[in-house]
């Protein structure tokens, strides 16, 4: 059986809570568009291997090398913003991996500058079936292979559409990179693909807010990082005229 990224993969749009400061309100009265945003961060906080999939048995001690496969599209560009595969050797169950770090970073450069309305984020965690293999150059072999220079054209088509477009786009280019990584269990221990979008409001709560998903085996946190100069200043304002009138 090959390997398929679609097979019990998480899918989510993200609904952030109403509160950190989502409902402040600009001069006119409404909220602020996401446009107004000044920076983005997505970060990979955590990735918990809960269950490796691998059996303890005397005198083996039940390990796994394992694969975090990233992928990050958004309607600002024609390719992946963020295309990552690092390998993890000799991981036991209930194990962190090392993997803090950002998957997805924009700041606005000037006033005119637009700001992302998709950004869809793909994880994937898969297990070899044998000795880890120099990802920068399965990488390259990705970036020259017809499947995937095929579904890259698509990239400005999809993420313009519907969110289900893009993230149908992401899991089949994962599962391109999982084939020619090769020697991978056929089942991931664990794929999501996260849709956070300005239509769902998920650019309008300042500040951070995490996301954790799991299955059997694996536990992300994911962390959505928003900055908005303006609606800052407002709010330093409003808390200090509060605190004034106190």
């Known amino acids: 059986m090959a390997l398929s990224l679609q097979a ?14 989502r409902l402040v309100r600009a ?21 918990l291997i809960k269950d490796n999939g ?33 390998g993890f050797a000799g991981v036991d169950d209930h194990e962190s991996l090392p993997v ?8 606005k450069e000037t006033d005119s500058s637009p700001a992302p309305s998709q950004i869809h984020v793909l994880l994937s965690v898969l297990k070899s079936k044998n000795k880890l293999r120099n990802t920068g150059k399965v990488l390259a072999h990705v970036k020259e292979n017809p499947e995937y220079t095929s579904l890259i054209a698509q990239i400005g088509k999809a993420v313009a559409g519907p969110t289900g477009v893009a ?25 999501q693909v996260i849709s956070f979008t300005d239509l769902n ?17 694996v536990e992300t946190v994911l962390t959505l990082t928003i900055r908005d100069r303006k609606r800052e200043a407002m709010m330093a304002k409003s808390v200090n005229e509060v605190t004034a009138s106190a």
């Not at 303890?56 to 595969?85: C, S």
């Not at 803090?100 to 700041?107: G, H, L, N, S, V």
Request: hydrophobic share 35%; charged share 20%; aromatic share 8%.
């Open 100 to 107: 803090d770090r950002t998957a997805y970073f924009w700041k």
């Open 201 to 217: 409001g998920n650019f309008d709560s300042l500040g951070k807010t995490t996301h954790s998903q799991q299955n059997n085996n």
């Open 54 to 86: 691998t059996e303890t048995i005397w005198p083996f001690p039940g390990y796994a090398d394992v694969y975090v496969l990233i992928v990050v599209l958004d309607n600002l560009t024609k390719e992946p913003q963020t295309l990552t595969l690092q």
């Open 167 to 191: 993230v149908d786009l992401l899991l089949q280019v994962g599962t391109v990179v999982g084939s020619i990584l090769e020697r991978v269990e056929d089942k991931p221990l664990f794929t």
């Open 8 to 21: 019990d993969a998480f899918i989510d749009t993200i609904k952030l809570p109403d509160s950190n400061h």
């Open 27 to 47: 001069r006119g009265g409404d909220i602020p568009q996401s446009s107004e945003v000044s920076g983005i961060e997505v970060r990979l906080s955590q990735v």
